[in-house]
């Protein structure tokens, strides 16, 4: 089998079920702890077991970070600020040749407005909040006027609102 290291997590994933293994996984590869919902913006960083020969029996993990990312030099999460992902190891996972995967779901509520700092193209932390004042995470629901729209979850990871399975959710 190939090594998977700097391909697409949603081609490497594809390629591996052809192989027949018994089980692959995929997390992220930094220390924020994201989910990994759509597997298509993220690349590979790691594989265990590595490149070789596997049986029907061999369970495959990868590791992997947004596309954009570098796999040297992964984000690191911002002291004093809660993650907005989940708190296993384990984000998304397929098993057999018919596979599964899953994402979390959320909060129909949305609220606020995008907003720029002073002249920078940076976008502030949770520029778009649910009515409730808090921060979206990645696979929540989001409303029609916010789709195309970016803000960060509350790690500061940037965010975006698209249509998703006939529905409109935030993500990576």
């Not at 030099?73 to 190891?89: L, M």
């Not at 984000?91 to 407005?113: E, K, L, R, V």
Request: proline letters at 2%.
């Amino acid at each position: 089998m190939s090594d998977h290291t700097d391909w697409n997590l949603q081609k490497a994933v594809a390629d591996v079920r052809k192989h027949h293994v018994k089980s692959v996984s995929y997390a992220d590869a930094s220390e924020l702890g994201r989910s990994v919902v759509h597997t298509s913006n993220w690349k590979v960083c790691t594989q265990t077991p590595s490149s070789g020969v596997y049986s029907t029996a061999t369970t495959l993990a990868f590791k992997a970070v947004e596309s954009g990312e570098s796999c040297t030099h992964p984000p690191h999460a911002v002291p004093g600020s809660k993650s907005g992902g989940t708190s296993g190891s384990t984000s998304g996972s397929t098993s057999g040749t018919g596979g599964s995967s899953s994402s979390g779901g959320g909060s129909a509520a949305s609220g606020g407005s995008t907003s720029t700092g002073g002249g920078s193209a940076r976008t502030q932390v949770c520029s778009i909040r649910s009515n409730a004042g808090n921060c979206y995470h990645a696979g929540q629901f989001c409303r029609n006027a916010d789709v195309g729209a970016t803000t960060t979850d509350a790690a500061g990871r940037r965010i975006a609102c698209g249509s998703s399975a006939g529905a409109n959710r935030w993500h990576y």
